[in-house]
Every structure is written in structure tokens, then in C-alpha cells.
């Protein structure tokens, strides 16, 4: 099955074109090709995603990206009618478009639906098997460790990973699932506050350092001592699964108004250590209690070096811990057409609606 995804939640523009195959206990991915164009600049001077400016370049970049996807190597063809017109095979050999309908940023989820469905229209007048489904932003996350590795790492064996415990820690959510298989999916808990990610992006901000703070936090911690200062780690020790990053946030907040002199380095690596430690212990927790034969980490902070070293070491030979390739914890499409071609398979459909607060 040929998948085109399109991913527009917040500030990515992203579009794959994939091929899928195989069944819901080994699902196998291809990407034929991907492309994507961050809005890092757009926003950095604002320290944080602006809404309308993030819809403002998704309508700009999602025709750009289009016509890097079907360009002719040969030709200079570019804009939706010219290809159209051209009889690209690669367009007409798609079965499947699914476009991001949730969670995000709603004016920026519109943006992409609106594109897919123009697109729909336009293509099945020469494709009448085409079918348009929206794709669970979520789902994307929790199902980016089944892309293609770059490392030659062994091969994923669906049946020797569950039940496994996965935690999506990105920008916008800290949950914790229990993955029976890959559709029995639960939740088992999540942040009451910030997100990881967003504890880091504020961390940044407090201490002037530019945006995404993640990516920031994690080189300049390279430097510092991470036992220097005792943050606390919000609710560690509660017997539940939820999290809550916000008091950690505020309480770097107050070092930094009482001592004016600690150095950046050692603040940010304590800030980075207390996240993990919380992080790593819960998870741990669960997959105890649940009896896990593997841990995967996914979303924008599972690109912490220190936090997925940390997590392998903690398990120890008791878990087999996952992590998708770098490039695919940060949002992309090629995981919003590996959820798409799971929820093909078990016939699962979201409206092609925005819904800023979609769940699992
Ligand atoms: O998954 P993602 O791209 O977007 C959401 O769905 O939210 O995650 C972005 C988040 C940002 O908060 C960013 O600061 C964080 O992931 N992040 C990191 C790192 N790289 C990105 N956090 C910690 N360490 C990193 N290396
Ligand atoms: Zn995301």
C-alpha cells in the first residue's frame, strides 16, 4: 500500500511517501521519500511557537514540500497541476493520504486537512481508489519505533517486545502507555502540569537560552555537574503513573533569583538529571509492575543522549529498551503513515476534523 502522509500539528511541515505492507504483528515500512521544513527560525525570536505564524508557513512550505515529493529528477515541475498534468506515476500509484487531524494546534491542523482534501479531490478524477483518512498524532509517536533504523541494530520481532511499556515524552505530553500488542494500547498515566519537553523549552527561556530549549539544555549539561543542585522530582515516589514537570520549572526558577552566581552549565545539568531521574523511575515502575519484556521511548525528548543512556542502563539485562531512530522522535510524517496504514489494518477512522486535544 502506498501512503502519502502529511504532518502539520504544530511548528514541522512534514510529508512522506511511503510504501507499507505486512499485518498488524509485523508491519513493514518503506520510505520512498521525506521531506520536511522546520519553522525553528520563524519562532526563535519569540522564544515559543507563534499559532498563526506556524499557519502562516505550513500554507507556504506544504505546496513547496509537494513538489519535492513528486518532482521529476529530470524536469522542473513543481506546483499540484503541472505534476497532475505530467501523469506522474508516483501520484497516481497512491492508495492512501492521511493527513494529521490531532492533537495540535488547531489552525495548524486545518492547514494540513484543508491541503489534503484539495489534493484528494484533485487526484481521484485519476485515481479512483484513493482514500482519505486522518491520522492521530499520538499514534504517530507510539508507533516510530517500527521505522526503518539507521543503526544496524537486530531486527524488531513484534512478538518478543510486548507487553511492553512505552512513554512518549515530546513537547506537548508526558504519557505513559501499557502496549500489549500493537493495538491493545492503554494509558496508564500522564503529566497533570507541563509536558517534559515544555519543562525544558521553559528552562531554556529562564535562562535565556534560544528555542527549542531541549537541544540546548542537553549540550550546554554536557559541561555542567548534575549533582551540583538537589532539584526536586515531582511525585517520584507516588504509587500512580502521572507526572508533573511544573514544580520542577519553578523551582529552577527560585535558584536562579537566590544565586545569581551558579554557573549555567551546573543548573541545567541538575534541571536535566532530576527530569530523568522522575522519567526513568516511574517507567521503570511500570514495566515491574506490568511485567514488560521491553521499555520504548518516543517523542522529541527520547532524543536526549543522557536520557536514553540512562534509561538502557537502568534496565540492565531485565529490559530490552527501544528508541526510534533521532530523526523520527522529533514530528515527521513518516510516522503519521505508519499509524495511518495500522489504523487501515484494523479498520480504525478519525474524522477529518481538527481536534486540538485528540487522544489515545
Ligand atoms: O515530538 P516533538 O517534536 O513535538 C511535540 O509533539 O511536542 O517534541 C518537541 C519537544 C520540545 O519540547 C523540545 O525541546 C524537546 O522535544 N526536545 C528535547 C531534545 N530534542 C527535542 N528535549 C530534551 N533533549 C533533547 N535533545
Ligand atoms: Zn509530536
Same mark, same amino acid.
Given at each position: 500500500?502506498?501512503?502519502?502522509?502529511?504532518?502539520?500539528?504544530?511548528?514541522?511541515?512534514?510529508?512522506?511517501?511511503?510504501?507499507?505492507?505486512?499485518?498488524?504483528?509485523?508491519?513493514?515500512?518503506?520510505?520512498?521519500?521525506?521531506?520536511?521544513?522546520?519553522?525553528?527560525?520563524?519562532?526563535?525570536?519569540?522564544?515559543?511557537?507563534?499559532?498563526?505564524?506556524?499557519?502562516?508557513?505550513?500554507?507556504?512550505?506544504?505546496?513547496?514540500?509537494?513538489?519535492?515529493?513528486?518532482?521529476?529528477?529530470?524536469?522542473?515541475?513543481?506546483?499540484?497541476?503541472?505534476?497532475?498534468?505530467?501523469?506522474?506515476?508516483?501520484?497516481?500509484?497512491?492508495?492512501?493520504?492521511?493527513?494529521?487531524?490531532?492533537?495540535?494546534?488547531?489552525?495548524?491542523l486545518w492547514a494540513g486537512?484543508?491541503?489534503?482534501?484539495?489534493?484528494?479531490?484533485?487526484?481521484?478524477?485519476?485515481? @479512483?481508489?484513493?482514500?482519505?483518512?486522518?491520522?492521530?498524532?499520538?499514534?504517530?509517536?507510539?508507533?516510530?519505533?517500527?521505522?526503518?533504523?539507521?543503526?544496524?541494530?537486530?531486527?524488531?520481532?513484534?512478538?518478543?517486545?510486548?507487553?511492553?511499556?512505552?512513554?512518549?515524552?515530546?513537547?506537548?505530553?508526558?504519557?505513559?502507555?501499557?502496549? @500489549?500488542?500493537?493495538?491493545?494500547?492503554? @494509558?496508564?498515566?500522564?503529566?497533570?502540569?507541563?509536558?517534559?519537553?515544555?519543562?525544558?523549552?521553559?528552562?531554556?527561556?529562564?535562562?535565556?537560552?534560544?528555542?527549542?530549549?531541549?537541544?540546548?539544555?542537553?549540550?550546554?549539561?554536557?559541561?555542567?555537574?548534575?549533582?551540583?543542585?538537589?532539584?526536586?522530582?515531582?511525585?517520584?515516589?507516588?504509587?500512580?503513573?502521572?507526572?508533573?514537570?511544573?514544580?520542577?520549572?519553578?523551582?529552577?526558577?527560585?535558584?536562579?533569583?537566590?544565586?545569581?552566581?551558579?554557573?549555567?552549565?551546573?543548573?541545567?545539568?541538575?534541571?536535566?538529571?532530576?527530569?530523568?531521574?522522575?522519567?526513568?523511575?516511574?517507567?521503570?515502575?511500570?514495566?515491574?509492575?506490568?511485567?514488560?519484556?521491553?521499555?520504548?521511548?518516543?517523542?522529541?525528548?527520547?532524543?536526549?543522549?543522557?536520557?536514553?543512556?540512562?534509561?538502557?542502563?537502568?534496565?540492565?539485562?531485565?529490559?530490552?529498551?527501544?528508541?526510534?531512530?533521532?530523526?523520527?522522535?522529533?514530528?515527521?510524517?513518516?510516522?503519521?503513515?505508519?499509524?495511518?496504514?495500522?489504523?487501515h489494518l484494523r479498520r @480504525?477512522?478519525?474524522?477529518?476534523?481538527?481536534?486540538?486535544?485528540?487522544?489515545?
Amino acid at each position: 500500500m502506498k501512503i502519502l502522509a502529511i504532518e502539520t500539528s504544530c511548528d514541522e511541515t512534514a510529508i512522506s511517501l511511503m510504501t507499507a505492507s505486512g499485518n498488524l504483528s509485523q508491519p513493514k515500512f518503506k520510505i520512498e521519500k521525506s521531506v520536511i521544513a522546520s519553522q525553528i527560525e520563524t519562532h526563535r525570536p519569540f522564544g515559543g511557537v507563534v499559532p498563526n505564524l506556524a499557519k502562516r508557513e505550513h500554507l507556504k512550505n506544504l505546496p513547496i514540500l509537494f513538489g519535492q515529493i513528486f518532482k521529476n529528477p529530470k524536469s522542473k515541475i513543481l506546483n499540484l497541476k503541472q505534476i497532475l498534468k505530467a501523469k506522474n506515476q508516483k501520484l497516481k500509484a497512491i492508495d492512501l493520504i492521511a493527513v494529521t487531524v490531532g492533537p495540535g494546534l488547531e489552525p495548524c491542523l486545518w492547514a494540513g486537512i484543508e491541503f489534503a482534501k484539495n489534493l484528494y479531490k484533485k487526484v481521484k478524477i485519476k485515481n @479512483k481508489k484513493l482514500k482519505l483518512i486522518g491520522a492521530n498524532h499520538l499514534e504517530g509517536h507510539l508507533y516510530s519505533f517500527l521505522l526503518p533504523q539507521n543503526t544496524k541494530s537486530k531486527k524488531l520481532k513484534a512478538k518478543s517486545l510486548f507487553p511492553a511499556v512505552h512513554l512518549l515524552v515530546s513537547g506537548g505530553h508526558t504519557i505513559l502507555f501499557l502496549m @500489549k500488542n500493537l493495538e491493545a494500547i492503554k @494509558k496508564l498515566g500522564e503529566t497533570r502540569d507541563d509536558a517534559a519537553g515544555e519543562s525544558f523549552d521553559k528552562v531554556a527561556r529562564l535562562l535565556r537560552l534560544s528555542y527549542p530549549g531541549g537541544p540546548e539544555i542537553e549540550k550546554l549539561a554536557k559541561k555542567g555537574n548534575k549533582e551540583a543542585i538537589n532539584f526536586p522530582r515531582p511525585m517520584i515516589n507516588q504509587k500512580n503513573y502521572d507526572f508533573s514537570f511544573s514544580g520542577l520549572k519553578t523551582a529552577v526558577l527560585y535558584h536562579l533569583r537566590d544565586n545569581k552566581n551558579d554557573r549555567k552549565e551546573d543548573v541545567v545539568a541538575s534541571f536535566q538529571q532530576a527530569a530523568i531521574d522522575v522519567l526513568i523511575k516511574k517507567t521503570l515502575r511500570a514495566a515491574e509492575e506490568f511485567g514488560a519484556r521491553s521499555i520504548i521511548i518516543s517523542g522529541g525528548v527520547a532524543a536526549n543522549k543522557e536520557l536514553r543512556k540512562q534509561f538502557k542502563k537502568a534496565a540492565g539485562e531485565n529490559y530490552q529498551v527501544i528508541v526510534p531512530d533521532f530523526k523520527y522522535c522529533t514530528d515527521n510524517a513518516d510516522m503519521i503513515a505508519a499509524a495511518a496504514y495500522l489504523d487501515h489494518l484494523r479498520r @480504525k477512522k478519525y474524522k477529518l476534523e481538527a481536534k486540538g486535544n485528540l487522544s489515545i
